[in-house]
């Protein structure tokens, strides 16, 4: 029986945080310039308080300025339009970041187009998500998720995916849109699957490349995927686990993994694979709009 190899998406971020670290500390010494992040929170979902404090304990560990705006969870829409707009008009903020989802009453769509484009580190503004379907990724910001799994598929397969048939199951605007659009620019051959797919297990199996970001525990088996397939898991969701006959709350991915390692090549665990790479990129893309508005290359 094969036995895939398991991603270390934390090693890779870990590394590629140091290198962050470095430029970072560099820009600082020949440009006087340090990166700033501002993310800002509406409400008390818990599992959104987790992100923000990781995204902000690894903002200051990168050596960058890093704000956080707590608003209760009945502010108003011009409430958070107007901090929106004092950070788009901040020279020390270059990334903004509304974390999702928002309270029920606000308009998110509202909400994201108000960040301006240069300042979009999550890259949901249109002008950006235009750039990205329309191949401009030299100046665009890529959403964190999809830019963090495109890096772990091109450690195991290369930059050049012609030929690869790649799957993406889950088609929101945060991961799946944005995944098929960077897979189909390293030439992958792409389908997009959502739940009214019929025969899902059908399409996975011709799949050389999965990326799953649907929300399903373990929806992914074995018997979907295709002998020496790359398997991105995207999901994080929380489960009852039984750990030493205790009931636990724990993580778990889209993918059944210990199932989908007997037959595919690599595989992403959760935690451990795809969470680390997108707040790291995040980190990336903070980065490169500081560099960017110093007159740098992103
Ligand atoms: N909520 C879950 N993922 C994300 C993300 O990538 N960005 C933001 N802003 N909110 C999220």
């Excluded at 665990?269 to 680390?276: A, E, L, Q, S």
Aim: aromatic share 2%; hydrophobic share 45%.
């Amino acid at each position: 029986m094969t036995v895939a190899k398991r991603i270390d998406g934390k090693a890779k971020a870990a590394e590629l945080a140091e290198s962050i670290t470095r430029d970072t500390a560099a820009l600082m010494d020949e440009h006087g310039i340090k990166p700033g992040l501002a993310v800002v929170i509406i409400g008390e979902d818990p599992a959104s308080q987790v992100y923000v404090r990781n995204k902000k304990r690894t903002a200051e560990s990168c050596g960058f300025h890093s704000v956080q705006h707590t608003l209760d969870a009945d502010a108003s829409q011009p409430d958070v339009l107007t901090l929106i707009d004092q950070l788009n008009n901040d020279n020390a903020i270059h990334g903004i970041l509304v974390q999702l989802p928002l309270p029920g009453h606000l308009d998110e769509q509202a909400i994201t187009q108000a960040i301006a484009p240069s300042k979009d580190v999550d890259g949901f503004h249109f002008v950006n998500i235009g750039k990205l379907t329309a191949g401009q990724t030299s100046d665009a910001f890529v959403p964190c998720t999809p830019a963090g799994c495109m890096l772990m598929i091109e450690d195991e397969l290369g930059n050049d995916l012609s030929g690869k048939n790649a799957v993406v199951i889950g088609r929101s605007n945060i991961v799946g849109k944005p995944m098929a659009s960077l897979l189909l620019q390293a030439n992958a051959t792409v389908t997009i699957t959502h739940s009214r797919t019929r025969d899902l297990s059908q399409v996975v199996a011709a799949a050389d490349i999965v990326i799953a970001a649907v929300g399903r525990p373990d929806m992914v088996k074995a018997d979907w995927v295709k002998p020496g397939a790359v398997v991105i898991d995207v999901g994080i969701n929380r489960v009852e686990k039984i750990v030493d006959g205790e009931s636990k709350m724990g993580l778990t991915g889209d993918v059944d993994f210990d199932d989908v390692c007997t037959v595919a090549a690599a595989v992403t665990p959760v935690p451990g694979g795809v969470g680390p790479m997108t707040i790291t990129m995040l980190m990336a893309n903070t980065l490169r709009s500081a560099r960017l508005t110093a007159g740098l290359d992103g």
